[in-house]
């Protein structure tokens, strides 16, 4: 049994050295300090559902929305930066996701998901003004310039330490309800 264990120990380092020889990085790094993720997908138009209900918008209809402008510091960065967009509960809130949540409501939670497969979860509390301080944004300019290398939607949320939420090349946000 130890020989086995051993092996299989080995043939994984071994594949985490070969991945990280590939990427050119040091088989030692430690995964929080690996670079950011590239798209593999081009992303396309942003995709919303609740329920029965479904919405999609692009750059050129998010433009025509009222825009909130939000300065946050990006870990990755290193950098305060300042981001424009329509704020999320906005965009939830035209397909009936309620305003005000009370009780049940509270079982609500998104899943918002970029083109390279990236996902995170959200409570409903997170992105709704009249629950969290925190705002949400659909952001579609950072510094004043169209996003670029993070797509052309990304989902930014002030208030957190590090933008590990914050969903770059955005494709989808699908509202689920806790069974």
Known sequence: MTRRLWLAASLFALGIATAARTQELPPDMPAHEMPARKATA???PLHISFADKHSEWTPTTLASLPH???TVFNEHAKANQTYSGVPLSALLISLGVPEKPHGKDFRLYLVA?????YQVVYSLGEVLPSVHEGTVLVADSVDGKALTEAGPL???LTGEKRPARWVRNLVSIDVRTIE
């Open 68 to 70: 909130v402008t939000v």
């Open 42 to 44: 081009p992303a396309g």
């Open 154 to 156: 990304q989902l930014v």
């Open 113 to 117: 998901a970029g083109s390279d497969g």
